[in-house]
């Protein structure tokens, strides 16, 4: 999947001339374009008025059919005037990035549209045929059996490296790990869990939409979708970010109409790229194997201390059952997993601890049991990523169509 996509466009050659080394635009009426424009500095004229001088154009996010699009205009500089776009296709497109598709021409069509859309001035002054890609993300998903398996395996890459790939842990999302440097200019990779940053992302979109916003309420309708939301709490994602200078270096056009010509005559282009991007990691984790606690014990020591007497005189063992269910999946969930997940009422949570301290336990011993090595079984790492390029959206998924195909099939009928 095409996770984010960011496209520079140049301005059209006769418009712009060298002035002391930088480039500037000449001829053009910036009242005209229509975008907020902001100064660096103002000076006073001999006249008395007020003048202005490093003129900018801020970033500023698009309307389009769900999320925004980044959007940014480079006026004059040492660089070639141009205008940056950055979204994220799946999310313009569907309302959520859980998953997705690998297809460029219909992310370009798409942003070009909304840009088009709300600044037809500006647009017909790019030189639409000389786009060229500054990075985009390729990102694929490995389904494991729970949200504490993905847990388990961020902590485990956490400590995976090979030559100067090397892990960093996220500071925003303890379930995020990336290696190399933040702001690489060739190749960035990162694993994580989409749940948590799913969960933040509809909060958002959810105070949003009790304030009004159309977008958010339309967000907020996708992402409270049952299925795709069973899809993020057990997804693994393995993220590759790919700047202009390593396509470049590896022999991939950045002329964005270039590459969508390799893609239709590439099938398998965007796993290709994925592979590369992450083969030192593959390379060091091959053999490699890790602990997945599942244990079973105790259910004679909770039936003895909680049993109770019915009023026929039988035995009722279904405190001991529950309390026994509940001990484990502590030990395949931990303790702060059940809590975030939310699956019991905090009431209910404290009073099925406190009743598993009765037999002995320890409050600490119950919030570290996940990791506990009693009769573990050891399972192979490869079967934890296994990425698997055929099964990467659901079967009931339907790829989306562009704007303007829409339009076009409108017209047509």
């Known amino acids: 999947m095409i996770d984010l996509l960011e496209i520079k466009i140049p301005f059209d050659a006769s418009l712009v001339e060298i002035i002391n080394e930088r480039h500037s635009l000449i001829g053009l009426d910036y009242q005209l374009m229509d975008i907020p424009i902001g100064a ?4 006073w004229k001999d006249d008395g008025s007020i003048g202005t001088s490093c003129l900018y154009h801020p970033y500023e996010s698009l309307p389009t059919s769900f999320t925004g699009m980044a959007f940014k205009c480079h006026l004059d500089g040492y660089f070639f005037p ?11 497109l569907q309302g959520h990035n859980v998953f997705g598709f690998d297809d460029m021409r219909l992310s370009v069509e798409e942003m070009l549209f909304h840009l088009r859309e709300t600044y037809p001035v500006l647009y017909g002054l790019l030189s639409v045929q000389e786009a060229t890609i ?6 694929y998903i490995a389904q494991v059996d729970s949200p504490m398996q993905v847990r388990q395996l961020v902590d485990y890459m956490s400590r995976v490296s090979n030559g100067h790939t090397k892990p960093t842990k996220s500071k925003k999302y303890e379930t995020t790990c990336y290696w190399g440097g ?17 969960q933040a992302q509809l909060e958002d979109y959810k105070k949003l939409s009790k304030r009004g916003d159309a977008h958010a309420k339309k ?13 993020a709490r057990k997804s693994v994602r393995w993220e590759c970010t790919l700047m202009s200078r390593w396509l470049e270096r590896h022999g991939y056009p950045l002329n964005v109409w270039e590459f969508i010509q390799l893609e239709q005559s590439t099938p398998d282009l965007y796993p290709k790229l994925w592979n590369c991007g992450f083969a030192k990691i593959q390379d060091a984790m091959k053999g490699q194997t890790m602990i997945y606690v599942d244990d079973e014990k105790l259910l004679a020591k909770l039936k003895a201390q909680f049993s109770t007497t019915t009023a026929t005189g039988k035995v009722s063992y279904r405190k001991a059952i529950n309390l026994y269910g509940f ?4 030990k395949a969930m931990g303790y702060q997993e059940i809590r975030n997940q939310k699956l019991y009422g905090e009431r209910r949570f404290q009073q099925l601890i406190a009743d598993l301290c009765l037999c002995g336990f320890s409050k600490s011993y119950l919030q570290n049991l996940h990791i506990q090595n009693d009769e573990t079984k050891v399972i192979p790492f490869v079967q934890f990523i296994n990425v698997d390029f055929g099964q990467q959206v659901p079967s009931w998924y339907e790829k989306p169509v562009s704007t303007p195909q829409k339009l076009r099939q409108l017209r047509v009928a």
């Open 327 to 330: 001990y484990n999946q502590l």
């Open 219 to 231: 967000i907020v309708s996708v992402m409270c979708d049952e299925r795709i939301q069973e899809i």
């Open 82 to 92: 141009h205008i940056t776009l950055k979204a994220s296709p799946a999310k313009i």
């Open 134 to 139: 500054v990075k985009m993300d390729v990102t």
């Open 40 to 43: 660096k500095s103002i000076h």
């Open 182 to 198: 933040a702001n690489s200019r060739l190749i960035r990779q990162k694993m994580y869990s989409k749940w948590e940053e799913f």
